[in-house]
C-alpha cells in the first residue's frame, strides 16, 4: 500500500485540496526537501490536518450539544424534569436479585479482564511536551542528524511531497547501530521536534503467551498510530529492538530472498535462517502492517459498506462514487542493533527502506560528548582545559556516547570516594582503567614474583618506547587488576583507521618483550606472557590469513563454512601450513624484542626498579625514567629499525598489554 494506484492517487488529491484550508500556506518545494532545521508542525501540512480535525471535531461538539439543548427543552416545555432518570425505582424486590446480578458481572469481569487486556497494544504514548531531549541534545552524530531532519521535514510536508511532486513520503526507517549509539535518544529527539504523538514499544511486548495474541497487539499497535494520524496530522511509531519479532523467517526462501543483503557473508545468513523460525508469525503481521497505514477507518469502512449496498440497487451508470482512502501520515521507526538478522522482507522498498547506521563516534565526535556532558557533571577547572578534554576524547577511541556518559559517571564516584566535590582528571584515569581492564586487587607478590612481573612488564614498555613511534605510554602497573598481574597501557598518539605491515610487527614484538625479558633476566619465562601469546596470535593470524602479509594473498576469509563457521584464527591455525606460517611470525618477533631488549639492559632495568619501588607509574612518569636512564648511556639506544610511521592510529591491535593469569596458564 506504500504506492496507491495513481489514479486513486488524483482522486485522493483532489478530496485533500478541497479540504486544504490555504493552498498559498504550503511551503515551497524545496524548503520542505531541503531545509537543514527542522520545520514548525504548526506551519506545515501536519498542523493544517490537525487544524481540519479540530474544526471538524468542534463541529461535532456544536451538534451533540445542540441536541441536549434540546431535549432539555422539549422536557421542560412538556412538564417533565429535565433529568431522564428522574422516577425510577428499582422496587422492594431489588433485595433479592441485585446482589447477584453484581456477582454474576463481577465473575464475568474477573474471568474476561486478563483476555481484554491481552489484545490491547502495549505502547506508551508521549506528548513532545513530555520529552526533553532535542536535537541540540544529540552529539557526535552529524550525519545521522542531517538525514533525521530531511526525513522529518518530509514526513510534516507530507502533502506538498505527494502532492506536488508526486512521491511517496518515507513510512519506515531502520535504525541500525551499537548499544548505546543513540539511536533511542534520537528517536525521541525527532519526537520532540515533530510534534506528534510519539507511540513507544518495545518489540518485547508484543509476544504473549496466548496463540494469536501477539499478531493481535502488533495489529492493535498499529490501529493506535492510524488513528493518532488521522486525529493529530501524523503520528510516529518508536519499535524498539525490533529483531525480538522480526528476525528472518528462515527456510529456503528466507535463503534465496537474500543475494542483495548478503554483506554480512551468505555463510552467516544460512546459519541465521537455518535456526531462527520462532518469529515467523510475527513477521508476516509485521509485514502486513507495515502496508496497512490508509486502511480505511470504521466510519469510512461502514459508509462504503451503505454506499456498496445501495449501489446494488442503482443502475451502472448511476452508481455513488465511493471515496478513497483518506492517507495517514505515519512513520515507524526501529531500532536494532543486529540488522543482518531481519527479515529480508522487513527492508524492501516501501517498509523500512532507509537504513542510519550508528557508527561510534569519531574524535570530534567524543570531544563534544565529552563537553556536553561535563556541563552537568560537577568537574575540577583543570578538566575545563581544552588539552585535557582533546586528550580524553583521544584517549575514548571506540567508546559509545553512553560509555563516555558512564566514565564520567564513575570518575565522579572516584572523586567523591577520595572525599573531593567534583572529579578530577586522576579520577578520570582512574575510571577509565578501572573500567577497562578492571579494579585493582592488591595482591602481596613474593620479593622474585614481584620481581619478575615488574621486569615483564618494563619489557612491554622499553619495547613500545624504542619501536612504537606515534604511540604514547599511558600506564604502567605491576598492580593485580582482573587476571592481569601486571599491565601496559599504550595508545596512538592521534587517531587511526588504518595499520601498515612494519606496525603490526611492531605489535607483536611489543607484545612478546615481556617473555623475551623474562628469559633475558631469569633464563626462562614464567606463565605471565599467556595473555600477551593471545593478542600476538591473533594479529599474526590475521596477518597469515587476512591481509596477505606472509607471502601469500590467499584470503582465509573468502572461505565459507557451514553452521560450524569460525573466525580467521581457527581458519589459519587448523591448516598446518598456515600454523607454520604464524609460528615462524611470532618466533621472530620475540627474537627481534630479545635482541633490542638485550641491547638496552638499562633501561629495562631502570624501569624495572621503578616499578618495583612505585607499582604503578601513568603517562610523563614512564617517559622520564626512560629518559633518566638514557642520559647515563654511552650511545642512544639502538634497536631494530622501527617501521611505525610517526602520528598514526587503531584497529586491530590491543591497546592493553596484559600479563595472563598464572593459574590460567
Ligand atoms: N549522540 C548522543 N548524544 C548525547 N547523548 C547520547 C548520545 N547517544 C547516547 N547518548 C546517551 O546514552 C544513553 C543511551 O543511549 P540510547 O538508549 O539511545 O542507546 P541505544 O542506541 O538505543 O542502545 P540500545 O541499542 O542498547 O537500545 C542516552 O540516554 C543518552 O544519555
Ligand atoms: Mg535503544
Not at 570530534?364 to 568537574?379: N, Q, S
Amino acid at each position: 500500500m506504500g504506492r496507491r494506484d495513481p489514479a486513486a492517487r488524483r482522486a485522493g488529491r483532489g478530496a485533500d485540496r478541497q479540504q486544504a484550508p490555504a493552498a498559498a500556506a504550503a511551503p515551497s518545494v524545496n524548503t520542505v526537501l531541503g531545509g537543514d532545521a527542522v520545520l514548525r508542525a504548526a506551519d506545515i501540512d501536519v498542523g493544517h490536518a490537525r487544524e481540519r480535525r479540530r474544526q471538524r471535531r468542534l463541529a461535532r461538539v456544536a451538534v451533540v450539544l445542540w441536541v441536549l439543548c434540546g431535549f432539555a427543552w422539549y422536557r421542560v416545555l412538556t412538564g417533565r424534569s429535565v433529568n431522564p432518570l428522574a422516577g425510577l425505582s428499582l422496587g422492594p424486590e431489588a433485595v433479592f436479585w441485585l446482589p447477584l446480578l453484581l456477582l454474576v458481572l463481577l465473575l464475568g469481569i474477573v474471568t474476561l479482564l486478563p483476555l481484554v487486556g491481552q489484545g490491547r497494544s502495549p505502547h506508551l504514548l508521549y506528548r513532545p511536551e513530555q520529552i526533553d531531549v532535542t536535537l541540540d541534545d544529540v552529539k557526535g552524530l552529524d550525519a545521522v542528524r542531517d538525514e533525521v531532519v530531511k526525513t522529518l521535514n518530509l514526513f510534516l510536508g507530507y502533502a506538498t511531497f505527494r502532492d506536488q511532486l508526486g512521491g511517496n513520503p518515507r513510512r519506515g526507517i531502520l535504525f541500525e547501530g551499537l548499544p548505546g549509539t543513540g539511536k533511542t535518544h534520537m528517536a525521541k529527539a525527532m519526537a520532540r521536534h515533530a510534534g506528534v504523538p510519539f507511540l513507544f514499544v518495545s518489540a518485547t511486548s508484543f509476544q504473549s503467551m496466548w496463540y494469536g495474541m501477539t499478531a493481535r497487539k502488533i495489529r492493535s499497535f498499529f490501529r493506535a498510530l492510524r488513528k493518532l494520524a488521522r486525529e493529530e496530522g501524523g503520528a510516529i511509531g518508536f519499535i524498539e529492538e525490533i529483531d525480538a519479532i522480526g528476525t528472518s523467517r528462515g527456510g529456503v526462501d528466507g535463503v534465496a530472498a537474500t543475494p542483495a543483503t548478503a554483506s554480512g557473508g551468505p555463510g552467516g545468513r544460512r546459519v541465521e535462517a537455518s535456526i531462527s523460525s520462532g518469529t515467523g508469525g510475527m513477521v508476516n503481521e509485521l509485514l502486513v502492517q507495515l502496508q496497512s497505514f490508509d486502511v480505511p477507518a470504521f466510519g469510512e469502512r461502514a459508509w462504503g459498506r451503505v454506499i456498496d449496498w445501495l449501489n446494488g440497487y442503482l443502475p451502472l451508470d448511476h452508481q455513488l462514487h465511493k471515496p478513497p482512502p483518506r492517507y495517514n501520515n505515519i512513520l515507524v521507526i526501529a531500532a536494532t542493533n543486529r540488522a543482518d538478522a531481519l527479515d529480508p522482507a522487513l527492508l524492501r522498498p516501501g517498509r523500512f527502506d532507509r537504513k542510519l547506521y550508528f557508527d561510534l563516534p569519531n574524535k570530534d565526535g567524543r570531544r563534544e560528548l565529552i563537553d556536553y556532558f561535563l556541563v552537568r557533571k560537577a568537574h575540577h577547572p583543570e578538566l575545563d582545559d581544552p588539552l585535557r578534554r582533546e586528550e580524553l576524547a583521544h584517549l575514548t577511541f571506540g567508546y559509545t556516547p553512553v560509555m563516555i556518559e558512564h566514565l564520567l559517571d564513575e570518575a565522579l564516584i572516584w572523586g567523591l570516594r577520595s572525599g573531593r566535590d567534583a572529579m578530577r582528571w586522576v579520577d578520570v584515569s582512574q575510571a577509565k582503567l578501572s573500567e577497562e581492564i578492571g579494579l585493582k586487587q592488591p595482591v602481596t607478590y613474593t620479593p622474585l614474583e614481584k620481581e619478575m612481573v615488574a621486569t615483564h612488564e618494563a619489557g612491554h614498555a622499553v619495547a613500545a618506547y624504542l619501536s612504537g613511534v606515534g604511540r604514547r605510554l599511558e600506564v604502567l602497573s605491576i598492580i593485580k587488576r582482573k587476571d592481569a598481574l601486571g599491565l601496559l597501557a599504550h595508545n596512538d598518539t592521534e587517531e587511526r583507521w588504518t595499520r601498515t605491515r612494519s606496525e603490526l610487527e611492531a605489535f607483536l614484538r611489543i607484545a612478546c618483550a615481556g617473555m623475551a625479558a623474562e628469559e633475558l633476566w631469569f633464563g626462562e619465562s614464567t606463565t605471565g606472557p599467556g595473555g600477551d601469546l593471545v593478542g600476538a596470535t591473533n594479529i599474526a593470524a590475521q596477518m597469515v590469513g587476512a591481509l596477505g602479509m606472509a607471502n601469500s594473498l590467499v584470503s582465509y576469509v573468502a572461505m565459507e563454512e557451514g553452521l560450524n563457521d569460525r573466525n580467521v584464527v581457527a581458519r589459519v591455525l587448523s591448516d598446518t601450513e598456515g600454523r607454520e606460517k604464524v609460528d615462524r611470525i611470532l618466533k621472530e618477533a620475540k627474537a627481534a624484542a630479545k635482541e633490542q631488549l638485550d641491547g638496552n639492559r638499562l633501561l629495562v632495568e631502570a624501569l624495572r626498579d621503578a616499578l618495583i619501588e612505585r607499582e604503578e607509574l601513568i603517562g610523563d612518569e614512564i617517559v622520564e625514567v626512560l629518559r633518566l636512564a638514557e642520559a647515563d648511556l654511552p650511545a642512544p639506544p639502538t634497536g631494530p629499525p622501527s617501521g611505525l610511521l610517526p602520528n598514526r592510529p587503531a584497529p586491530p591491535a590491543p591497546a592493553v598489554e596484559d600479563e595472563g593469569a598464572p593459574a590460567t596458564q
